[in-house]
């Protein structure tokens, strides 16, 4: 029995020598800047790569006009052109599109839309407006 005992502190110090090395001292959780940098991810980072593309938001696009998980911009008719042209959030979105692509290339939207989908809409989109 002490031999377990003893066998349960060993362990427990030897967790509290290793743990605070593994723990960042502000104990925020890392913020990726450019999810790209990262190579060879696992299914997990994977998504959570893509997830940090989506949360790359530009200040000219205001909320309808940007790229959501759903795989939707909330663009009326009229508003192709600013879309497109003036704000540049049609560009904005190309390069959240191919960040997705770089770190999942088979990522599918909410809705089941792939990257290709969402480019050719936005291509298809911005080529009528002009």
């Given at each position: 029995m002490e031999k377990s005992s003893s066998?349960?502190?060993?362990?427990?110090?030897?967790?509290?020598?290793?743990?605070?090395?593994?723990?960042?001292?502000?104990?925020?959780?890392?913020?990726?800047?450019?999810?790209?940098?990262?190579?060879?991810?696992?299914?997990?980072?994977?998504?959570?790569?893509?997830?940090?593309?989506?949360?790359n938001i530009s200040s000219n696009c205001p909320g309808n006009y940007s790229l959501n998980e759903g795989g939707w911009v909330n663009l009326r008719s009229n508003d192709t052109v600013r879309y497109c042209n003036i704000t540049g959030c049609a560009d904005h979105s190309r390069a959240v599109l191919k960040c997705i692509c770089l770190v999942k290339r088979d990522f599918k939207f909410q809705n089941g839309a792939t990257v290709k989908d969402i480019n050719d809409t936005i291509n298809d989109g911005c080529r009528s407006s002009t």
């Open positions: 066998l349960r502190y060993g362990f427990l110090l030897v967790l509290l020598v290793l743990l605070p090395g593994c723990i960042k001292a502000d104990w925020n959780i890392e913020m990726v800047t450019d999810p790209t940098s990262n190579v060879n991810l696992s299914p997990f980072d994977q998504w959570r790569s893509a997830y940090e593309c989506l949360q």
